[in-house]
């Protein structure tokens, strides 16, 4: 873990895939420990991260929803 851009702890990992949405641009970041890349959407202007950049993933723990998952997978 690093400390993010807002002081706030952050994940650290490596962007495998990005695409631009219109509106802002959607990762897929490899993340040591994780099975699953970490998808991020982010909006608006925000810097824009090439493959294999390493960067810092945090966000504010209000947006966050627990999804359940799928009892087929």
Same mark, same amino acid.
């Given at each position: 873990?690093?400390? $993010?851009? #807002?002081?706030? #702890? %952050? +994940?650290?990992?490596?962007?495998? #895939?990005?695409?631009?949405?219109?509106?802002? &641009? @959607?990762?897929?970041? %490899?993340?040591?420990?994780?099975? *699953? !890349?970490?998808?991020?959407?982010?909006?608006?202007?925000? *810097? &824009? &991260? !090439? +493959?294999?950049?390493?960067?810092?993933? @945090?966000? #504010?723990?209000?947006?966050?929803? +627990? +999804?359940?998952?799928? @009892?087929? $997978?």
């Amino acid at each position: 873990r690093v400390t $993010g851009v #807002d002081g706030r #702890d %952050a +994940l650290r990992g490596v962007v495998q #895939d990005v695409s631009f949405r219109g509106t802002g &641009h @959607s990762y897929r970041i %490899a993340v040591p420990g994780l099975v *699953e !890349p970490l998808k991020a959407e982010v909006q608006g202007t925000a *810097e &824009h &991260h !090439p +493959l294999g950049r390493e960067v810092g993933v @945090s966000w #504010d723990p209000v947006a966050c929803r +627990l +999804l359940p998952r799928s @009892s087929d $997978g």
